[in-house]
C-alpha cells in the first residue's frame, strides 16, 4: 500500500496541479509583428525560460508538479493534427483506428545536436484502469534521426495502438506486422505517447495533442466515448498552469464545433486560451469577414487574440516534406489570397506567428510560476526526506551482519523494557505483570483459616482489627476469609488429636494441621500467577518482534526470531515450575525457625482472639466500655465509672511493679476461660500462616521474577545466535532470505529516492537559471 503523505507527489493525472493559485495571464497585448518572429524565437530569455521547463520536463519533474505546458484542444476534424504538424513539423496518424485516441506530448527543444524524435509511453493507469502510484515511462523503440523522419507517423500509430492494447507486450507493437495486430481493447486513454524532438530548427515549446472533442458517435460509436474525451480534456485544460490552443475549423460553423463551450467554462475570461483558425482554404465564397471578425476581436475575443494558419498542400509535401517547405507554402498562400493578403492583420497569420506567441506567453506563464515552483520544489524535498526517514533504512551488503545487528537490537531492547532501562517503553507491560503479583497475593491470603473466637449460631460480635495485623495492601485478615471455622470445631478436632495423659499435648500439630490444609491450595492460583505472567510475555515478546521485523515479513525473519524466542520462554517458565514445586513441598512442613516474628504474631492474634470470645460471651469487662470494639492497639471510649476503675487499677499494679498501659493489658488479668488452650491454637495456626505465607509470596515473587521476568533476557541473545545456526554453511543465504523486505517498501523506497533526486535536480535547474538571468542582467 502506497504511503499517504507520498502518494501527494505522485502523478494524478499525468501532471499535478502547483496549486491553486490563479494562473491568468498578464492582460498586455503580447501580438508582435510578423518581422519580430524570428528575433523572438530566438530571445535568450524566452529561450531560457522555455528550456528550463523543458529539462524539468525532462527529469521527470512533471510526475509531481504541474508545469506549464500548452494543450491542444478542438473539435474532431477541427485539424489538430495539421496544427501539431506544423508546430513540429512531424506527421501524426490520421487513420480512423488511431486517430488521437490518447494525449501525445510533444517536447520540441532546440539543440545543436543532429535532429533526433525519441517516442516513449507514459502509464499513469495500468491494464485494470487503476491509477498507479507514479507514472512510469518506458522507451518506445529506438531514436528517430532526420533522415528517418517519415517513420514517426507508423512509429506514433503503433505506439498508441499499444496503450489501446495493455495486454499485448509493448515490444510486439514495435516489432510485429500490422498485420498481426490484435483489435484495439479501448476506445481512447489517458495513458500518454511522448515524443521528444530536438534540433537546431525546433523551437523550445511543450505542448500536448488531446483527442478531439465530439457530440454525437453514430449508430456504430460507443456514447460513453463522449465523456470520456470530454473528462480527459477537462483534466488538462482545468490546472491553472495549461494554456489552451483552442483548434476551430473554418469550414464548420463556429456554433457547431463544442470544444469552445468546453474551454470557455473553465477558462471564462479568454486569459489562457489562443485561438487558432484552421482550413480557412475550405472557407465558403463570401464568408471571409465573418471569419476575420475573430482575428480582429469583434467574435469570441481572446486575452491573447485568434490566430489563422493553413496546413500545407499534401501533394506539395510529398516531394518536398522538409518544415521549410510547408512554412514557404503557407506564406505564399496569405500573401496571394484575398482578404487576407490585403489585411493589416497579418501578424495573426501563419505558423511562425502562432508559435512565437504560445512560446512569449508560455514563457510569461513560466515566469511567472518560477518563485510558486520553487516553494512547492522546497516542500517536496521536505516532505519526501521525511518520508524516506520513516522508512526502514536499506540494508547493507553483509547480511550476515546484519542479522546479527537485528537479533543484538532486538535484545537489548527485551532487557532495557523489562528492567526499565527505556523508562518510555512497555510501562502497560511493568504494570500488567504488578496487578498479577498482587492478585497473586490476594488469593494466598484468601486461604487462611477463617477462624472465628466463637460457637455456630451466635452473632459475631464486633472486634476492631489489630492495626498490626493490617498490612499495606489491605489483605483480608487470617480468619475474615475462606470458610469459617466455630470454636467448637477446632475443640473437637483437639480432642480427637490430644496424646493421652498429656494435657494441651495437642496444639502445635492442631496448629500446623489447619496450616498445611491451607498450603495444599496454593499449588492452583500461584501456577495460575506463573501461567500469566507468561501469557503477558508472550504477548509482550509478539509485539517487541513485529516491531522490530515488521519490515522482512517476506523471509519470514519475524516467525522464525517468534519460535526460537517463545522456547528460550518456555524453558524460563519450566525452570520457574521447578523451584514453585520445591517450595509447595517445603510448606508443607509447616515449621519455622523464625520465633520472634512467630511470636509477635501469635501475641497478636491471642490477644485478637481473646477480644472476640470475651465480646461474644457479653463480659463485663467489654461492657465497662460501652461494648465498643476491643483493640489492643488503640484507644478504647470507656464509661467514666470505667475510666475510673482503670486508674485505680494501673496506680495499684504499678505500686507492685507490674506496668499497665491500655485496658488491653488489664484484659489478661481476668480470670482464664476454659476454652483459652483453643483459642491458643487458633493463634498458633494464624501466626504460623502469617509466617509461611510472607515467606512463601517473597520466594515465589522473586522466582517469577528471576527465573521468568528476568530470565527472558537472560541468555537471550545466545538462544538467538544458536537458533539461527549461523556455522550452518548456507548462511548467507539464509540471511539474504530472512532479510527480504515487502515489495510494497522497496518500491515506495525507489520511489521516494527517485523523487528526492529529481527533486533536487529541479532545485539545481531553477538555481542555475536564476544564476544565468542575473548575470545577463
Known sequence: MVNPIFSSLLPVPPMIILDDVDAGLSSTDTRVEEDATAASWDSSYARKRLQLVNKLRTIGLDRYIDLPIVAVVGSTSAGKSSLIQAMSGVTLPRDADTCTRCPIECRLMKSDEPWTCRVSLR????????????????????????????????????????VLTPSVPLEDFVDKNEAYFPAIERSFTENIVCLEISGSDVADLAFVDLPGLVRTVGSSGNAADIGLIENLVVKYIERPNCIILLAVACETHF??????????????????????????????????????????????????????????DFQAMLLDPSLETARNQEKAWFEKTDPWCYSNLKRFFRTPNLVAALIRTLGELVTKRIPELTQRIKELLDSTREQLRSLPKPLSSDSVAEVYDLLRKFSDSILSRITRLDDDDDDDLLSQIEEQRRTFKRKIRATAPGFRAWNKGIQPPEVAVPDDLIDKDNMPLAGECGDPVFLEEVTKRAERTRQRDVPDSFSNEVAKGYLRMATKSWDTPTKKFVKCVFDILSEFVQRTVDEHFKQFTEGGFPPQVLRIVQCHLNACQEATLKHVDLFLRLEQKASTDNAQYFRHFRKLYLSYYTSQRLASQEHPFFKGINMKPFNPNGESKATPAFESGVITAKTSLQKLGITVNDPADLARLLPDDPETPVLAIMA???????????????????????????????????????????????????????????????????????????????????????????SRG
Not at 491509477?131 to 505506439?159: C, L
Not at 465573418?290 to 475575443?301: D, L, S, Y
Not at 529529481?758 to 536564476?770: H, P
Open 123 to 162: 502509464f499513469a493507469t495500468d491494464s485494470d484502469l487503476r491509477r498507479q502510484g507514479g507514472a512510469t515511462s518506458v522507451p518506445f523503440g529506438e531514436p528517430i534521426m532526420e533522415a528517418h523522419k517519415d517513420e514517426i507517423e507508423d512509429r506514433v500509430r503503433r505506439a498508441q495502438r499499444a
Open 255 to 312: 456554433a457547431n464545433q463544442g470544444a469552445h463551450e468546453i474551454v470557455h467554462r473553465y477558462d471564462p475570461k479568454g486569459e489562457r486560451t489562443i485561438g487558432v483558425l484552421t482550413k480557412p482554404d475550405k472557407i465558403s465564397a463570401g464568408e471571409e469577414e465573418r471569419w476575420m471578425k475573430f482575428i480582429r476581436g469583434e467574435e469570441e475575443p481572446l486575452v491573447h487574440g485568434w490566430y489563422c494558419i493553413k496546413r500545407p
Open 684 to 774: 498458633t495456626a494464624s501466626a504460623l500462616f502469617e509466617v509461611s505465607l510472607k515467606r512463601f509470596t517473597d520466594y515465589i515473587l522473586l522466582i517469577v521474577e528471576e527465573e521468568l521476568t528476568v530470565g527472558l533476557t537472560r541468555d537471550l541473545y545466545t538462544a538467538l545466535k544458536d537458533g539461527f545456526s549461523f556455522e550452518d554453511r548456507n548462511i548467507v543465504e539464509n540471511c539474504k532470505t530472512l532479510l527480504q523486505e515487502p515489495a510494497e517498501t522497496t518500491r515506495l523506497r525507489e520511489q521516494l529516492s527517485q523523487a528526492l533526486q529529481r527533486l533536487a535536480e529541479a532545485r539545481e535547474e531553477i538555481s542555475d537559471f536564476w544564476v544565468d538571468f542575473r
